[in-house]
Every structure is written in structure tokens, then in C-alpha cells.
């Protein structure tokens, strides 16, 4: 068995952490504050905030496991953890919900990708033909050109390989966020008044703003957890200091960090632009000028989610080759490596399974281009199982909480208030996405 030397550092924590949560997201919160107004907008982000910082000290306790044959276990992934700590039966439903959060990022890193790429070209067509110039162009392309990185990127063998990747990634993050932020208050002046109201922007009737404000809650829910990487973060991490104390640390640095880019982002985009405001900051043409940095901003973006749709397929793909490793334990097919490649330890199987999801991803993708809608349905289809229940429940197992205490009671309460939250949000979002396919 081959046993991988651990190095990570805080830094490296706090790179993959951003690199996550720092990512397509960002580029919708201000419009979902638009719909929320400025009282609800920023208190529900720093609700949701709150929530992941929660999840993340639950799971940190959660990390190693006691095994009554082989003494101390580490929990190298979510699923192993609730699999060793809550058994196989909640192991089995975790273990839909986990693909089904890899892959859906997948399918929004796509599209928020071809959508920053075209925005480039539209920029540019602006810049030289004129604001009220059309510009149209589509997104097919970007997406199948994005699909084909990813088909090369995804042959790095494991997550521990994507250190670097991460830490361009993160850089890429901030430098979006940052001129997202600067291109809003630079807005706010020229305007020379903060737009908005407390009430958001208003509809034709409350129906109409109810489902405004469900699929907003989606998209902030999307824009937040690392939950479902956050044992795998923790893995990499060198054994002293103790693991628990640098992730809880780097959790904490890191959700500040992300919650204040976002209430900046979100907050000037939202004062900019009032009821007007862009589903996507960067690539909605609230700003044209200066064309070159808003090019440079979406070509971040570009590059950052190339990093973080391997951050987050990475694990995926380690759960599916282990366990098709495990049924053909004799097979070339599935051990051999390729000689020509030895350094990326690549083999059919491995280059057969990655380059079929990156192309079903994309072909989702495709299917569904719709940024907003597809963002809060992405938001709110698994936010509650993975950051809150499965933290939760594990937790009160490993501490051997018993029913019915005060702690417990608390956590139950909690749980089923974010279930009810999260099921309004699914349902306007879903309703908005059908909306859009048929519109």
C-alpha cells in the first residue's frame, strides 16, 4: 500500500478553502441582494455564512474516528466519515448526494466559464463598435472549448496534486472579486448616489416576489460551502500542529475573508446598479469601460474555475476509480499505466471514466445555459444534507450526545429551521429554471 507523505500547510488550507468557495457565485450575489434589499440581502449572507462556519467545526471533529481493531482512524473524505461514524445506510444516501454536488459543480463551472469567455469577446465588439452595438454571440463554443481543458486537467492523478492549481486559483479568486468590488464603488461615484431600496426590486405581484426571493436564497446558498472537501483539505494537512486547530483556524480566516469580498461585491454591485442590477456582475454589460479590466476580470474567472472544477472533481473521481479498482482487481485495463506518461500515473480507465464526465458535464451544460436559475437550483438542491444534516449528525454520534439534551435539542432546531429555508429556496429556483427552458 502506498502511503503519500502529508505537507499541507494553513496557506495551502486556506488556497484550497478560497479556491472552493470563491467561485461563480460571487458573480451573482449582487443580484441576489437586488432581490432581497438591503436589509435582508446582507443579514441572509452573513446567515449563510454563519451555517458554513458551523458545518466546518462540526466536520473537524469528525476527522478521526475510534476503531475498536485498529485504534485511531483519519477520515480521509466526507463519505468515509459518515460512513465509519453513522454507518453504511446513511453512507449509502450520503454517497448520492456527494455525486450529485461534484457534478452539478461541474455543470456550473461550465457555464459561468463560457459565459466569462464570451464576455470577453463582447467587450471587445463594444469597445470597437459602440455600446448599443448588438455584440451577440453564443456560448456553445466556450463551453465545449472549456470542456476540452478540462478533459487535458483532469488527468492529474489525485487531489493532493492540485496544491498549485489551487494557489493560481485563489490568486485568480481575489483578483475578480477585488475589481468586481473596485468597478462597483467606482460606479456608485460616478453616480454620485447609492441605488436600491430595503424592499429589493419590486414585481407585478407577491407571488412574483416570492419566488424572487426563493431563488436568490439559492444563489447565496451556492456561493458559500466547502463542506463536502473539507476531510479532504484536512488530509493533506502534515500532522503537527494538530489538524483540527490549523482547519478550524483556516475556516475561520477563510469564511471572514469570503464573506467580506462578498458583502463588497454584492453590496457595490447592488448600489451601482439598484433595480437594474445584473444577473452576473462581470458579464451583465452594466460596465463597459474600462473594457481591458473588465477582460482581465473574466479571464480570472476563467482561470480560477479551471482550478476549482478539479478541487471539486478531483474527490469524485478518487471515489469511483477506488471502487471500480476494487471489483477488477487484475485488470490492465484499470492498473496499467500508460508508459508513455509515467509522471501522471495514467491509464485507460482513468482517461476512459474523466474525459465521459467532463463530456456530461459540458453537455449539461449546453443544455441548460441559464446562470442565475441553474446557480440557485445548484445552491439549494443538497446545501441542507451536506452542510447541515450529516455534520450535524455526526457530531452528536461522535460526542455520544444523548437525545433529548439541551445540545441536542438545539442542533435538532437548528437543523429543521435550515431544512425549511433551503426547501423554499429549491422550489423557486426550480420554478425559475423551467421557467427560463420554456420562456
Known sequence: MLIRERTGTIWTALAHIITAVIGSGVLSLAWSISRLGWIAGPLTMLAFASVTLTSAFLLSNCYKSSDPNNGVYRNGSYLDAVQRILGKKSAWFCGIIVRINFIKLGIVYTITSAISMRAIQRSNCFHNKGHKDACKYGNTYYMIAFGTIQVVVSQIPDFRNTEWLSVIAAIMSFTYATIGSALGLAKVIENGEIKGTIGGVPTST???????????????????????????????????????????????????????????????????????????????????????LIDFANACVVLHLVGGYQVFSQPLFAGIEKSIAKKFPNSAFVHGNLKQLPALRLNLMRLSLRTAYVAFTTGFAILFPYFNQVVGVAGAINFWPVVVYFPVEMYLAQKGIAPWTSKSVIFRVYSFVTLLVILFAFVGSIKGLITARFS
Open 206 to 292: 407577491v407571488v412574483d416576489k416570492i419566488w424572487s426571493i426563493s431563488q436568490a436564497l439559492g444563489d447565496i446558498a451556492f456561493a458559500f460551502p466547502f463542506s463536502l472537501i473539507f476531510l479532504e483539505i484536512m488530509d493533506t494537512l502534515r500532522p503537527n500542529p494538530p489538524e483540527k486547530v490549523v482547519m478550524k483556524k483556516a475556516s475561520v480566516v477563510a469564511v471572514f475573508v469570503t464573506t467580506f469580498f462578498y458583502l463588497c461585491c454584492g453590496g457595490f454591485g447592488y448600489a451601482a446598479f439598484g433595480n437594474s442590477t445584473p444577473g452576473n456582475l462581470l458579464t451583465g454589460f452594466g460596465f463597459y469601460e474600462p473594457y481591458w
